[in-house]
């Protein structure tokens, strides 16, 4: 039987519709920025494997530390106990994260980390003795994992409908969503602000934090919006004592750009969260970065302060080993250069293709570049199917999300290989037109 029908019979993909999806592709190794199938197809990854690849897959130097590291310890309790490579990945963190960032509780996806950065939020107005402050501000179509909490600030994600009645009340507001050219730009971003604003005038003293998705909301489409957004939503939601919690599970470890959003826009979220690209794609890791008074808050004579929060896995050595590495690779001048060299190419062929008439709302951020197709098609329908399909059949991998196109690949793509993907991706859509 082949891997793809003994699939069928035992395996619940994520995200999935069975009875209309076809088989998975049965992947069987992968190097570099290519993901090889069972039958020797190579796929050029331009989503990164959902966006946690960063050095490319199989990379020896990451492979190295996590067998080293496990031949040494492989994992020990956290609560109690402690180890080396969460200390050295804690500190190499704090070096590169803005002023004040003096604490890293780890966990070991992004969904735990936002959880983490909420409930941390909520628990430091309690340890003050301000708990009235509990309602959470988000953003429409921000996405930012499937657990509870997770879920409640990314109701609007439109992924969650079978849940509402369970997720806690949230206050949300548009994302700008602004795109290369934008004639709407200031209008958008400066509207956003406004409703902030009226918000924070009546319920500023009631609310505990705003939870964003800085630069760039991934699942939500990659809605973009600019720095000077977030700078001015910044002064405006820290005018009225309101913690900000930037979801960096995407847009870190320099899919923007810098080592984070919140370098590249100059701005300081009190907390940040992490996951996603931090082992270089190679294990579940996550972080939720805080700054020290927050830290400091939860200090008492009682428990009744602590944050009682872990998970089995938390910190684990591997998972610390493999992004120690990737730190290191990401650190590296030709690294660098490779995120600058795919931003270039993002604004120049993006650029070919403003007068195209089945794409609009082009857009790039870093190394991440979207753009919004004419015709209608929703998550999961026939005709994102089919895109998929098409874009597998002449070699890369591409996930729509609903009516966009991004591409967020591998740093170690090279300029032809990303090149040549928009040329497919451009024939591909036109095809359809025809
Ligand atoms: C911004 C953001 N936050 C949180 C998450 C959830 O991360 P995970 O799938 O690792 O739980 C995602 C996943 O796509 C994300 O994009």
Redo the contacts with the bound molecule.
């Keep these: 039987m082949s891997l793809a029908a003994r699939d069928k019979n035992v395996i619940w993909h994520p995200f999935t519709q069975h009875q209309s999806t076809s088989f998975p592709v049965p992947i069987t190794s992968a190097s570099g920025a290519y993901l090889i199938d069972e039958k020797g197809y190579r796929y050029l990854d331009l989503i990164s494997s959902?966006?946690?690849n960063l050095h490319g897959h199989g990379h020896p130097i990451i492979a190295k530390a996590i067998y080293e590291q496990a031949m040494q310890l492989e994992h020990v309790i956290f609560a109690g106990f402690t180890h080396e490579p969460a200390i050295r990945l804690a500190e190499e963190l704090i070096k590169i994260l803005p002023n004040g960032f003096g604490k890293i509780f780890y966990s070991?996806?992004?969904?735990?980390?936002?959880e983490i950065a909420l409930k941390l939020a909520y628990q430091y107005w309690k340890n003050l003795g301000e708990s009235q402050r509990k309602r959470f501000i988000a953003f429409k179509s921000?996405?930012?994992?499937?657990?509870f909490g997770?879920m409640a600030v990314?109701k609007q994600s439109g992924f969650f409908s079978a849940f509402e009645d369970l997720l806690f009340h949230v206050d949300t507001f548009a994302y700008p969503a602004i795109w290369l050219n934008d004639p709407m730009q200031l209008q958008k971003e400066d509207l956003v602000l406004i409703e902030i604003s009226q918000f924070l005038e009546k319920y500023g003293h009631e609310t505990a934090a705003m939870i964003i998705?800085p630069l760039v909301?991934?699942?939500g489409g990659m809605q973009m919006c600019s720095t000077r957004f977030l700078k001015n939503l910044e002064t405006l939601v820290r005018s009225y004592g309101v913690l900000i919690v930037y979801?960096?599970?995407?847009?870190g470890f320099c899919r923007t750009g810098d080592y984070f959003a919140c370098l590249k826009s100059q701005t300081t979220p009190d907390i940040i969260?992490m996951?996603?690209g931090i082992t270089g794609g190679f294990l579940?890791l996550?972080v939720t970065a805080c700054q020290d008074f927050i830290y400091k808050s939860f200090l008492g004579e009682t428990f009744v302060n602590a944050f009682a929060h872990g998970h089995s896995y938390t910190a684990n050595p591997l998972g610390c080993a493999a992004a120690l590495a990737s730190l290191a690779l990401l650190q590296q001048t030709e690294t660098q250069h490779q995120i600058k060299m795919i931003e270039k190419v993002h604004s120049e062929e993006l650029s070919k293709l403003y007068n195209s008439d089945v794409i609009n709302a082009l857009r790039y951020c870093g190394t991440i570049a979207a753009f919004n197709l004419v015709m209608t098609t929703n998550y999961g329908s026939d005709r994102s199917n089919h895109l998929k399909e098409k874009f597998h059949q002449r070699g890369l991998i591409i996930r729509p999300l609903g009516q966009v196109i991004y591409m967020l690949p591998p740093y170690c793509v090279t300029e032809d290989e990303l090149r040549n993907a928009y040329v497919i991706v451009m024939e591909e859509l036109e095809g359809v037109k025809a």
């Design positions: 959902w966006w946690v070991d996806n992004g969904s735990t980390a936002v921000g996405y930012h994992g499937d657990t997770a990314g998705e909301q991934g699942a979801d960096e599970v995407m847009t969260c996951a996603k579940p996550a």
